[in-house]
């Protein structure tokens, strides 16, 4: 079946403009989860959705960082006024079962 | 708070030859364990999983992993590599609480590289 799919797979942006990257999970994956892959940093978890709701947002690294789930679907990580430092790879995840995370190919976000 | 250790960056292995990745974990509970492999400009792709029972956990293309709770290791093994083994490999430790509110965390990964 269909994996996990998201668009756009490439962005450039300049700095401070807003972008928006998007996930589309495996369906009927009940959970959602965005991480983010860096050289510096390696692997980070940002944030993670059972149906619509997000119960922590502390991993987004600021205030600039938001994202939403609909319909127990598809889910949008937007980034406002982007920095340099937001450049990195935006992989989205989801999982049946808790912890059994399948993977998406992820979007390459460049700030210029 | 949990951490994942991967003390090789590059290794390098020979075709036909066998290969174990180091993966070292700390968490204070009972810990849910995976090894995942990514190819260059790919996504990470589930290659096994320790939840709980055996600790000796079977995976895709070859690959186990053994689940040690006294050395808090969790090491990848291979009996024969082929050249599409080479990637970047993720050790990653999930906890085991419900709702997974803190995701995973992985490890700085292990490049493998196979000598022909």
């Known amino acids: 079946g269909a994996g996990v799919s998201q668009s756009p797979s490439n962005k450039v942006t300049e700095k401070g403009k807003d972008v928006e990257l998007r996930c589309d999970p495996i369906?009927?994956?009940?959970?959602l989860y965005w991480y983010r892959q860096s050289l510096g940093q390696g692997l980070e978890f940002l944030i993670y959705?059972?149906?619509?709701?997000?119960?922590?947002k502390s991993g987004l690294p600021s205030d600039r960082f938001s994202a939403e789930r609909t319909g127990g679907s598809v889910s949008t990580l937007t980034i406002q006024r982007t920095q340099q430092e937001d450049s990195a790879v935006y992989l989205c995840?989801?999982?049946?079962?808790?912890?059994?995370?399948?993977f998406g190919p992820g979007t390459r976000l460049t700030v210029t | 708070a949990q951490s994942v250790t991967q003390p090789d960056i590059h290794i390098t292995v020979s075709e036909g030859a066998s290969l174990e990745l180091r993966c070292n974990y700390s968490?204070?509970?009972?810990?849910?364990l995976f090894w995942y492999v990514q190819s260059p400009g790919q996504g990470l792709q589930l290659l096994l999983k320790?939840?709980?029972?055996?600790?000796l956990v079977q995976g895709i293309k070859g690959f186990e992993a053994e689940f040690k709770r006294s050395q808090s290791s969790f090491n990848l093994r291979k009996p024969s590599v082929h050249w599409s083994d080479a990637a970047e490999y993720f050790c990653?430790?999930?906890?085991?609480?419900?709702?997974?509110?803190?995701?995973?965390?992985f490890g700085k990964g292990t490049h493998l590289i196979i000598q022909p």
């Open positions: 995840a989801s999982s049946l079962e808790y912890y059994e995370q399948y």
């Open positions: 369906s009927g994956h009940t959970a």
């Open positions: 959705f059972q149906g619509n709701s997000a119960p922590d």
């Open positions: 968490y204070g509970a009972t810990p849910y």
């Open positions: 320790y939840f709980s029972g055996d600790t």
């Open positions: 990653a430790v999930g906890g085991s609480r419900r709702g997974g509110a803190d995701g995973l965390t």
